[in-house]
């Protein structure tokens, strides 16, 4: 189970007095995902509660899947609306307990995530005082591109796209420069004008202070806007980073192997092993490369093929493939000399910081690498100090044959029908009525009708499946990338929109009134502009 992208979160008919039903096309869980919001002709919302008059509303279909709401036909009529809403409680219902991670535990909490993001994705897209019982398709709410001329006006609580009346700047600043000249010249030129001259002086300085006082609100608003916008950028960030700790918690090293029960692996981040001397690419998966033939910090010398500084956690083994700049091709270990000290089978050709060693073969020695040798093997747990497996060398990715422990048991023959061979400490049963045993023949286990019973290795009764690995990093689950993606477009869209309001620039307040009793300019006496200039 899978949640698909978001296609909406929102189905809405209209009434009719016979329709009945809304089909929905998006997943849920159950009632508790759905808003079901009645209007009336006059535009009044009324919220539906589940199984209760009016609408009686009911559902089919549901967990983690789409279905249809059912409602009283006679309670939507002519000129009415219904609208059905995803909506989350936000709330994680599923624990995994014990130790073991049921599949479809995950998978169910992975889609109820899912569901939980659609619905903030939902809500967030109608966060601009945008109903959701809006009538037809909502809009577009994404900032545009706006045009040249074209600025944000406040319109309410909201910021619209609006023309920028540059006409009306031009005049307005036209304006005050003719009033200035025409103060001046009726300064200078009439005494009889010194009243209105003074008069249009404590206006000017009134006007100033009000220009002053703008600018001031204006620097202040920009500054709560930057700062907004830092808060929104550190937002952005908070959610990015909690969402990918959430949604890729579940993820699986590169590197990780386990028993395969199918016939192809799950998705392109896994690779059957099936066949004995497997490799890989080294250029195709590089990050397997590097979990399965790590690179170490060491020195080493020209001519020299002690090599010291290895910090390796696990036991090392003569024999490796090692492979560096200046070491020659083919070099192995011929000797571990220490816990940090190895000696190669090969001189470097020159001073080094960096082998790297191959547990698992390293394939051709330049493109390909081995993977671990686990076709035709089970496999056992790493015994470092040889507790439980004192003859192995015990070294990751060491291969062990099969072998028969020492044992000694009862045996029973027939006096007239005896032959046998001993050694090395071995007795052997020979079934009755066997033709040609003799005092040299070798000795075999037969079955009680006399068929040799053999095998090429001891073993228990086992099943046969492949092993896979996983070659590459990323998140496996397409719901939670689907998740995850939702987020961070949300919190770069937020992020986004506080940017914009920052950058607007101030808004500078411009303001005049003409003097009374003074001539010039093109503005009535008594008239007073106050357009607002998005710089």
Excluded at 53 to 65: I, K, L, V
Excluded at 419 to 424: D, P, V, Y
Aim: with cysteine; charged share 20%.
């Amino acid at each position: 189970m899978t949640i698909p992208p978001l296609t909406g979160g929102r189905v809405q008919i209209l009434g009719d007095g016979a329709t009945g039903r809304v089909d929905l096309d998006f997943q849920f869980v159950d009632e508790k995902d759905l808003l079901v919001i009645h209007t009336d002709a006059d535009g009044v919302d009324t919220e539906w509660a589940y199984q209760q008059s009016p609408g009686n509303w009911f559902f089919t279909g549901g967990s983690y899947a789409a279905g249809t709401v059912f409602f009283t036909p006679s309670d939507l009529g002519a000129g009415e609306r219904l609208t059905v809403t995803l909506v989350s409680d936000y709330r994680q219902p599923f624990s995994l307990e014990g130790g073991e991670i049921d599949p479809d535990v995950i998978e169910r909490a992975m889609d109820r995530t899912a569901l939980s993001v659609q619905a903030i994705a939902g809500r967030v897209s109608r966060s601009l005082s945008v109903s959701p019982s809006l009538e037809g398709q909502l809009p577009d709410l994404q900032v545009p591109d706006l045009p040249d001329g074209y600025g944000f006006v406040r319109q309410g609580s909201r910021l619209v796209p609006a023309l920028i009346d540059s006409t009306a700047i031009s005049v307005a600043v036209s304006v005050a420069e003719d009033a200035k000249d025409g103060a001046v010249a009726a300064r200078d030129g009439a005494v009889t004008a010194q009243d209105a001259s003074q008069t249009a002086a404590g206006e000017s300085v009134t006007a100033k202070d009000l220009a002053v006082a703008a600018k001031d609100d204006a620097v202040a608003a920009k500054d709560a806007a930057e700062q907004a916008q830092a808060l929104a950028e550190d937002a952005v960030d908070d959610v990015i980073t909690g969402a990918a700790e959430v949604l890729g918690s579940g993820r699986v090293p590169v590197g990780f192997m386990a028993p395969w029960f199918s016939l192809r692996p799950p998705n392109q981040y896994w690779v059957l092993v099936d066949r004995v001397g497997q490799v890989f690419s080294r250029a195709l998966f590089p990050q397997l490369f590097d979990a399965l033939a790590p690179e170490f910090d060491v020195s080493f010398s020209d001519g020299d093929p002690v090599v010291a500084g290895i910090v390796c956690p696990q036991r090392l083994k003569a024999g490796r493939p090692v492979e560096g700049e200046n070491i020659p091709a083919g070099t192995t270990i011929l000797s571990v000399d220490s816990p940090s000290q190895i000696t190669l089978s090969a001189d470097p050709t020159g001073d080094g910081t960096k082998i790297r060693i191959f547990p698992h073969g390293n394939g051709d020695g330049a493109t390909t690498a081995n993977y671990p040798a686990v076709a035709g093997r089970v496999v056992r747990g790493l015994d470092s100090d040889g507790v439980l497996n004192p003859e192995a060398e015990n070294a990751l990715g060491e291969t062990q044959e099969d072998a028969l422990q020492q044992h000694v048991h009862l045996a029973g023959v027939n006096d007239d029908n005896y032959g046998g061979n001993s050694g090395g400490g071995n007795t052997v049963v020979i079934g009755p009525s066997v033709q040609g045993i003799g005092p040299y023949t070798t000795g075999w286990v037969y079955s009680d009708a006399g068929v040799r019973v053999s095998e090429t290795e001891t073993r228990a009764k086992a099943v046969i499946a492949p092993y896979i690995i996983k070659v590459a990093d990323g998140v496996d689950d397409e719901a939670t990338l689907s998740a995850l993606q939702v987020v961070q477009d949300l919190a770069q869209a937020q992020a986004d929109i506080a940017a914009l309001q920052a950058n607007s620039g101030e808004a500078a307040l411009l303001a005049y009134q003409q003097p009374s009793g003074v001539s010039g300019g093109n503005s009535a006496a008594t008239s007073e502009r106050k357009p607002y200039v998005l710089n």
